[in-house]
């Protein structure tokens, strides 16, 4: 029995959902505006839903395509068991097409340890010399935050209430 999140942008809240079956297709109203729809939220790494509970700064990322989501999650899974482990051009074509089928952009750390993967290098040096950089850095940009660099938007709210979906 699956629980969704939603986002409403009018109220700038997250809203949680409890359905009864896996329910994929249902889009509820807003419980605070009435009339607006709402956007289903995808959690898109274990990663970073960790970072989220710790507090950190990925909570009040925005919705993304489930439909997106679910085509790039299995293209990696049918993908990620045929590349050679020591090819690390392999690994960061992989990569890039899953920064391309979910529309999400790298960090310029992360950007920079790939291009030097594609060029051959040794991930494990990579790593080596770009680890705090990359730790330090969110791992993917989205346009919004691309757009304004310079005035981040405030989390949003998140209603803990739990509504029938």
């Given at each position: ?8 942008k009018?109220?700038h809240t ?18 605070n ?16 839903s ?94 919004e935050?691309k ?9 949003p ?8 979906l």
């Open positions: 029995m699956p629980i969704y999140e939603f986002y409403c009018d109220c997250v809203y949680k959902f409890f359905s009864r079956t896996v329910n994929t297709e249902k889009i509820p109203n807003c419980p505006c009435k009339d607006v729809k709402l956007k289903r939220n995808v959690s898109i790494f274990a990663s970073i960790k970072r989220n509970e710790e507090g950190g700064e990925d909570a009040d990322m925005p919705p993304m395509d489930e439909s997106k989501m679910e085509q790039a999650m299995a293209m990696l899974a049918r993908d990620a068991d045929k590349i050679d482990e020591d090819d690390p051009r392999q690994a960061a074509n992989l990569m890039r097409k899953l920064s391309d089928a979910t529309g999400l952009k790298m960090g310029p750390g992360m950007e920079e340890a790939l291009s030097r993967m594609e060029r051959g290098e040794d991930p494990e040096k990579i790593e080596e010399e770009m680890g705090d950089l990359l730790e330090e850095e969110e791992p993917f940009l989205f346009d935050q757009r304004s660099v310079a005035k981040p938007k405030p989390k709210k998140v209603d803990d209430t739990l509504y029938d």
